[in-house]
């Protein structure tokens, strides 16, 4: 069992990190990130830190989340639809869905995908949908999003992200290789503009399906 002191003590360190955006750490608060993982690991779920999930796969650190999260909806940006690439755990997924009106996320791996679904039925969370497929290629026949999130690292932008993101849409995206840098896309009128955010460490973004 996790208390609620020490969810108290990761939301105090995401803080002093520098996370500021109230509306992010109330729902990473409400969230019990200990479901995320396998019983085993649940005692470490209140660390600010990654965790396996198996597949060769973690769970994001809780300040990647949040600061990704905050990057999303900075300055009163209000996405509607959401598409997540790399759903794993579920938990940025579920975090996403306290925060907008719906979420589209795809992940590759089938059994991370299905464990990932039975916790969002567990949570009674209602506007989630579910793809098995690679998300390099988005989820084209939803339209555009106004916010895409990916959480796993690609050496380039894939162009059919850049494609399903709609005029004012953002983009957040690790980018790179053994050296891997954060990104906010912004989609105008006119093109793409992009803003750095830091360096990052995540797992790459393959290619095709795992079932
Ligand atoms: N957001 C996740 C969480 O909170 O647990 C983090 C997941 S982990 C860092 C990245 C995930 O992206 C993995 O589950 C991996 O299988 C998935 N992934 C990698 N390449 C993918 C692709 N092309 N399409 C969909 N998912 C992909």
Redesign the pocket.
């Known amino acids: 069992m996790t208390s609620l002191r020490t969810r108290d003590r990761l939301i105090q360190r995401l803080y002093d990190q520098g996370i500021c955006d109230h509306k992010v750490i109330d729902c990473m608060r409400s969230i019990p990130r200990h479901i995320?993982v396998d019983e085993a690991l649940s005692h470490r779920a209140y660390e600010d830190t990654?965790l396996p999930?198996g597949?060769s796969?973690?769970?994001?650190q809780p300040f990647i989340?949040a600061r990704m999260t905050e990057a999303l909806l900075a300055g009163g940006h209000e996405p509607k639809k959401v598409l997540?690439?790399?759903?794993?755990?579920?938990?940025?997924?579920v975090v996403l869905a306290g925060l907008v009106e719906q979420v589209f996320t795809?992940?590759?791996?089938r059994p991370?995908q299905a464990k990932a679904r039975e916790r969002f039925r567990i949570l009674g969370i209602r506007n989630v949908l579910c793809r098995h497929?690679?998300?390099?290629m988005g989820w084209p026949d939803k339209g555009e999003f106004d916010g895409i999130v990916v959480?796993?690292a690609p050496e380039t932008v894939p162009d059919s992200l850049l494609q399903q993101l709609a005029v004012g849409g953002r983009m957040i995206i690790p980018v790179g290789g053994t050296e891997q840098h954060l990104y906010r896309i912004t989609r105008t009128e006119t093109g793409y503009e992009r803003d750095y955010l830091e360096p990052v460490r995540?797992?790459?973004?393959?290619?095709g399906v795992i079932r």
């Open positions: 995320f990654a999930i597949h796969q973690t769970l994001s989340v997540e690439v790399g759903t794993g755990s579920g938990y940025q997924t795809v992940e590759r791996i991370l497929s690679d998300g390099g959480t796993a995540f797992v790459p973004l393959l290619g």
